[in-house]
């Protein structure tokens, strides 16, 4: 943060568009007068935006009061609520100090548990924190030691339970015992360094996973009120490592079936499909409005992806839906799977070799996974969301970033790593893109009319594991109500004809 210089403004509004206004790359430290709540006098608020590496900008905070001594500082964020929560998983061993020094970035919505010592700090603890695993971990210590004499002196059998718990918690943060650390954010703003990106971390896991009504309304979204009493009357149980929403047996579906192939809030997808089939017949209907609840309307139709010329399918069925609002102007585009969930999961690999390959036309599903072997990159499924683009924008899209508190030695390592990726964009050596799709709803446009003249990109078909079909939601499918009901109705209509 250095050479960062102080504006003195006058109110938390001016701080606002002042950052608003300034150059991303020069932000300078704001300050403005605020009043202390424990002396009533004023103190100084210090505003800075930055941008913390392979995560977004932060809006960072510290109040100091000359008078009484009081501080405290608080991170927010300077973007949106993301499309999706997150879910980190950090499996830390004994021996391993690097561990214990990876930044943690907690929003206010965030909850981190300990499943080891049954252990949570909600989110109105430590919320809107930037620190480190050992950081959270010790500032939860400090916090449940501040009034332990107190404690034993009104409720010692508590004061002593809490002391055992305290030498459990010590052994975690000091290394001494192994734990798991999770951290779960419903609005998608927290994280947890990866050290090895753009590499896969072996101590880390990532899960994105849609919201649910209840907690799109604690993050302040209009929701239905019959869809949270729908909700509150439904017996389900809730997978905490993975967030999938548990149908009862004999629904028909899946959350794997329900989710979007890519979205988007401007016409982008809905360009690129019309290159290979326009709509024979677009249904309108009303809808709500997601951003200010006002009544607006919805156009879907269904069409398949085709090849250029000879009309050969080789993508499946699928609902491009569009939304517009003509009182806020928000609109939003969504391409979701038609059909049923294929039983197969598919693989395509493409050999790059030419700069007309980086204008091949990609669909990426929120499911898929993608490598570069040449670069060791792979990024898991769920990381870009679903998206409608080319090769070269696939690659681009990833928007790797340095923050200020980045320190020499990574930042070398990110150089190097985005040379290696402008080396291979200028297709100075051929290089190989591979899309796994569990639920099959990704694709690589061929180069040639019949996709199997095109030799540089192959299709492969593979069995689910279990483990795939669970995280989807796939393990839970019962259709025996169903094909009860419709062997039903068969034999009655054959019963009672119609004359």
């Not at 009104?154 to 001494?176: H, M, N, S, W, Y």
């Not at 598919?346 to 670069?375: C, F, G, M, Q």
């Amino acid at each position: 943060m250095e050479g960062n210089k102080e504006k003195i403004v006058d109110d938390v509004g001016s701080v606002v568009e002042a950052i608003s206004a300034d150059d991303d790359n020069a932000a300078p430290l704001y300050q403005v007068e605020s009043l202390c709540m424990r002396c009533t006098q004023n103190g100084i608020t210090r505003f800075l935006l930055t941008s913390i590496p392979h995560f977004r900008k932060v809006l960072l905070s510290a109040f100091e009061c000359p008078h009484c001594g009081e501080r405290n500082n608080e991170v927010q964020f300077a973007g949106e609520i993301q499309p999706k929560g997150c879910h980190y998983r950090l499996e830390v061993q004994p021996g391993d100090p690097k561990l214990f020094s990876r930044q943690v970035v907690k929003s206010e919505s965030a909850t981190i548990k300990i499943p080891d010592l049954d252990f949570e700090i909600p989110p109105e603890a430590q919320r809107g924190s930037l620190s480190t695993v050992e950081g959270i971990l010790v500032r939860a210590i400090d916090g449940l030691q501040a009034l332990q004499e107190e404690r034993k002196k009104v409720d010692p059998q508590t004061g002593e339970a809490i002391d055992q718990f305290l030498l459990k918690l010590r052994a975690c943060a000091t290394g001494e015992s192994p734990f798991t650390f999770i951290l779960d954010d419903p609005a998608g703003n927290s994280f947890i360094e990866n050290p090895f990106a753009p590499s896969p971390d072996p101590s880390l896991s990532i899960k994105f996973y849609d919201r649910t009504p209840e907690q799109q309304a604690l993050l302040g979204y209009l929701v239905d009120p019959s869809q949270l009493n729908a909700d509150a009357a439904m017996e389900e149980t809730s997978n905490d490592v993975d967030q999938i929403r548990r149908q009862p047996h004999g629904s028909v579906g899946a959350t794997a079936g329900q989710k979007a192939i890519a979205q988007s809030n401007s016409a982008e997808i809905a360009e690129a499909l019309f290159r290979y089939s326009a709509p024979e017949e677009v249904m309108t209907f009303p809808s709500t409005c997601g951003a200010c609840a006002a009544r607006c309307e919805t156009r879907m139709f269904l069409t398949s992806i085709l090849c250029n010329c000879h009309g050969i399918p080789y993508f499946q069925e699928v609902i491009v839906m569009a939304s517009t609002c003509d009182a806020c102007g928000y609109r939003n585009s969504e391409l979701k799977p038609g059909g049923a969930i294929p039983d197969m999961g598919k693989r395509i690999t493409l050999s790059v070799k030419n700069i007309n390959d980086l204008s091949r036309d990609v669909i990426k599903s929120d499911t898929a996974s993608v490598k570069v072997p040449e670069l060791d990159l792979e990024l898991a499924s769920g990381t870009l969301g679903g998206v409608v683009t080319t090769v070269e924008g696939l690659e681009r899209v990833h928007g790797f970033t340095f923050g200020d508190s980045l320190d020499e030695s990574k930042k070398n390592k990110w150089l190097d790593f985005k040379a290696r990726l402008n080396k291979i964009l200028s297709m100075t050596e051929p290089w190989t893109l591979i899309l796994d799709d569990a639920l099959a709803n990704s694709f690589i446009a061929p180069a040639t009319d019949d996709i199997k003249d095109d030799h540089q990109l192959i299709f492969e078909e593979y069995e689910r594991s279990w483990e795939q079909n669970e995280e989807l939601g796939l393990n839970d499918i019962d259709t025996s109500s169903a094909d009860a009901a419709y062997n039903s109705t068969g034999v009655t209509s054959n019963e009672n004809p119609q004359e």
